[in-house]
C-alpha cells in the first residue's frame, strides 16, 4: 500500500484529502500540531509542527512517505507588522524540504502555495511575476522561492496555488456567509456579474490526487492553479445558495451606498472595534473579479467530480446538519 503523507491535513483541505486518498487505498499519515477528528486503521496522525526541524526530520525517516503533500500553513491575513508571524510558511517550508531530501523512499511531493502571492484581482505573466499586497502573500512567496532554491528536495515536484474553497467544513467565516444568505441579510452590490475562479473543495482535492499520481513530465517543476475550470459569477453563487437554503431572495443596493457602510466600518475598526465584518478591504475583494487560465491544470488532472449545483447541494445539507441551523 502506497504511503502518503500529508502536513496540515486537520485543516479543511487536508481532512477532506485525507479521507479521500484513504478511500482510494493509500497509507496516510499526517503531520499537525492539531489533532484530526476520525480514526481509521489506513491512518496515522504525528503530531508536530514543521518548526521543529528535528522532530519534522525524524517522523520522515520513520514514515518513509513514497509521496509527500505539504499543507501546513498559517493562512490568515491579519499579520500587518512582521513577516515573521509566517515563519511556518517561511522557515517551516524550509525545513520540510529539507527533510524530504534526507528521505530516499519520497518520489512526489506536492507544495501548497496561494493566489495571494498576487494581489486580489492581479493575473501574474508567467509563475514568477509576483504581486502579494499583504504579509501572508509574501510568505507565501517565499514558499515557492524555498521550495525553487531547494529543488522540491530533491523529487518529482510542483507548485500549486488554490484560489478561494468553499465547501462542506468550511471556515467559521464562510458558514456566517451563507448564515446570512439564510438569513436574509446578505446583499448583491451593483449589477456588475463579478466572475470568480473557486474551488469546491471535493474538486480540488481531486486535483491534488491527480498531481501525486499523473507522469512525471506533467508536472515536474510546474506551478498550477487550483480551481474549478469555469468561473462562476458571486451573483450566481449567492443566488443559487439562497435558492437551495429556501431563503429570500437577495436584494442589490447601489455601489455608492455600500461603499459608504464600508468608510463607516473602516472608522469603526480604528476606533477599536477589529471584528466589525465589513470594511472597505473586503469590499474591495468582492468587488475584484479574479479568472485564472486553468488549462495546464485540466490537461492534466481531466474532468473534475462536482458539477456547480451538486457542489450547491451538498453544501447546503452540510449546513442544514451544524446546530445552528436550526436557529
Not at 487505498?25 to 499537525?32: G, H, T
Not at 517551516?92 to 495571494?116: D, F, H, M, W
Not at 456547480?308 to 445552528?324: I, N
Amino acid at each position: 500500500m502506497e504511503k502518503v503523507l500529508i502536513t496540515g491535513s486537520s485543516g479543511f483541505i487536508g481532512s477532506h484529502l485525507a479521507r479521500y486518498l484513504i478511500d482510494k487505498n493509500f497509507l496516510v499519515f499526517s503531520i499537525d500540531k492539531i489533532a484530526p477528528n476520525f480514526n481509521h486503521q489506513s491512518y496515522k496522525f504525528i503530531n508536530c509542527d514543521i518548526l521543529n526541524s528535528q522532530k519534522l526530520a525524524k517522523a520522515i525517516l520513520e514514515i518513509q512517505p513514497d509521496a509527500v503533500i505539504h499543507l501546513a500553513a498559517r493562512t490568515d491575513l491579519n499579520e500587518t507588522e512582521d513577516i515573521n508571524g509566517y515563519a511556518s510558511n517561511i522557515q517551516g517550508v524550509r525545513n520540510l524540504v529539507e527533510a524530504i531530501s534526507y528521505c530516499p523512499t519520497v518520489k512526489r511531493c506536492v507544495y501548497t502555495s496561494s493566489q495571494l502571492v498576487c494581489r486580489v484581482g492581479y493575473i501574474p505573466k508567467h509563475d514568477e511575476d509576483y504581486q502579494p499586497n499583504t504579509l501572508y502573500g509574501q510568505s507565501k512567496v517565499l514558499t515557492e522561492q524555498i521550495v525553487k532554491e531547494l529543488d522540491g528536495g530533491n523529487t518529482e515536484w510542483c507548485l500549486v496555488r488554490p484560489t478561494t474553497v468553499w465547501g462542506p467544513q468550511m471556515s467559521d467565516h464562510y458558514q456566517r456567509f451563507v448564515r446570512m444568505i439564510e438569513k436574509g441579510r446578505y446583499f448583491h452590490v451593483g449589477n456588475r456579474p463579478l466572475y470568480k475562479s473557486y474551488s469546491y473543495v471535493g474538486n480540488i482535492i481531486y486535483q491534488y490526487y491527480c498531481l501525486i499520481n499523473a507522469p512525471k513530465d506533467q508536472i515536474h517543476r510546474q506551478t498550477f492553479y487550483l480551481a474549478d475550470y469555469e468561473p462562476f459569477t458571486l451573483r450566481e453563487w449567492t443566488n443559487a445558495l439562497q435558492r437551495e437554503l429556501g431563503a429570500k431572495p437577495i436584494p442589490t443596493y447601489p455601489i455608492f451606498l455600500v461603499k459608504l457602510a464600508a468608510r463607516l466600518g473602516d472608522a469603526l475598526i480604528l476606533l477599536g472595534l477589529k471584528d466589525f465584518p465589513f470594511n472597505s478591504f473586503r469590499l474591495n475583494n468582492v468587488l475584484t473579479e479574479y479568472v485564472f487560465d486553468l488549462s495546464k491544470t485540466e490537461k492534466v488532472c481531466g474532468s473534475l467530480p462536482y458539477s456547480f449545483d451538486q457542489a450547491v447541494s451538498e453544501t447546503v445539507e452540510w449546513m442544514r446538519k451544524l446546530p445552528q441551523a436550526s436557529k
